[in-house]
């Protein structure tokens, strides 16, 4: 049996069957049946979809007889020289590893925790001509993406899907940084929570900016 627990004021889990999931306390989840299918019937868009559980301890029991073992889900853990981003591999791709310099391509969904979760952006809302949603694209290392999603793709294969809490220090400094959602007023919903100075004189800044990035790293081309 291997158990994860994420110790988030807002966690998403996966609507998977295959997910037994346990809460400590009121709110509580729906428990789920194990089946024998889980990521051969998972879209990519199905994994980064996800309800909000705004529990503050969630854990999540996966048997090892089950598929479920086999698949590259894992635990939440902390990125090497990320400043405190934790990550949950939810699919492992077999593509490339990305390095500084390279040009890469992401989808995400962005969501804020002081928010209960508020979801301020996605790429699947960026539509080309033809409908297509269109990938963030930003070079690795250019520092003008806020540092948590760099430490979170600069470990990733491309193919990867991974869930990240970005704490506020390796989350948005300034409302320069990317991405940005280029709703207005979603982009003012954002700065000012994560800035409010009335709860960052309270003493709140150290949750105010948490943030929950799903993130896919879609393709990388070498400069």
Not at 24 to 42: H, N, R
Not at 198 to 208: F, K, M, P, V
Request: aromatic share 10%.
């Amino acid at each position: 049996m291997v158990q994860c627990a994420a110790f988030v004021s807002s966690y998403y889990l996966p609507q998977h069957p295959n997910f037994l999931c346990v809460t400590p306390g009121p709110p509580t989840l729906p428990a789920f049946k194990i089946t024998a299918s889980f990521l051969s019937k998972t879209t990519r868009r199905s994994l980064l979809t996800v309800p909000v559980a705004s529990s503050v301890l969630i854990f999540c029991a996966f048997s090892s007889a089950n598929p479920l073992a086999e698949t590259g889900i894992s635990e939440f853990t902390e990125l090497e020289g990320s400043g405190g981003v934790k990550a949950l591999d939810l699919r492992i791709g077999s593509g490339e590893l990305p390095v500084d310099g390279d040009q890469v391509a992401v989808h995400y969904y962005g969501r804020l925790a002081a928010k209960q979760g508020w979801r301020f952006d996605s790429t699947y809302d960026h539509r080309d001509e033809n409908g297509e949603p269109i990938p963030f694209v930003f070079i690795l290392g250019s520092g003008k993406v806020i540092s948590g999603i760099e430490s979170a793709v600069r470990s990733m294969k491309v193919g990867s899907i991974r869930r990240v809490i970005i704490p506020p220090s390796q989350g948005y400094q300034n409302t320069l940084q990317e991405p940005i959602p280029p709703n207005f007023f979603d982009r003012q919903r954002l700065f000012t929570t994560i800035f409010n100075p009335t709860r960052l004189a309270n003493g709140e800044g150290s949750t105010l900016g948490t943030l929950i990035f799903d993130i896919e790293l879609v393709r990388l081309r070498h400069q």
